[in-house]
């Protein structure tokens, strides 16, 4: 299916409940590149490359997030592919 790319805006409860580690994980786990970081109105900011089938999977995962988060929106953007990323990181 190609490779792609998309950026995300995650709003709700969503620091302070391990949604960046988690989101890590998700992203490892499904070969994914990019990174993760908290915003300071509250958000969580993440940007994902891979696999199309492999972005849309985690897209799911990013509605709804840890059990301990509650995700009230999430603000889509998709982008080019850029391969830049070799691995998925959570930044500050």
């Known amino acids: 299916m190609g490779q792609k790319r998309i950026q995300l805006v995650v709003r709700g409860r969503v620091q302070g409940v391990y949604y960046r580690a988690t989101a890590q994980r998700e992203a490892r786990e499904h070969g994914l590149t990019g990174w ?3 915003r300071p109105d509250g958000s969580v900011e993440l940007v994902v490359e891979g696999e199309e089938d492999d972005v849309k999977d985690f897209l ?20 080019s592919y850029t391969g830049e990323y ?3 990181r959570i930044v500050s």
């Not at 990013?62 to 603000?75: F, H």
């Open 36 to 38: 993760v970081k908290n």
């Open 60 to 79: 799911n995962w990013a509605q709804a997030g840890p059990t301990t988060a509650r995700v009230d929106k999430v603000e889509t953007k998709w982008r």
């Open 86 to 88: 070799a691995e998925f």
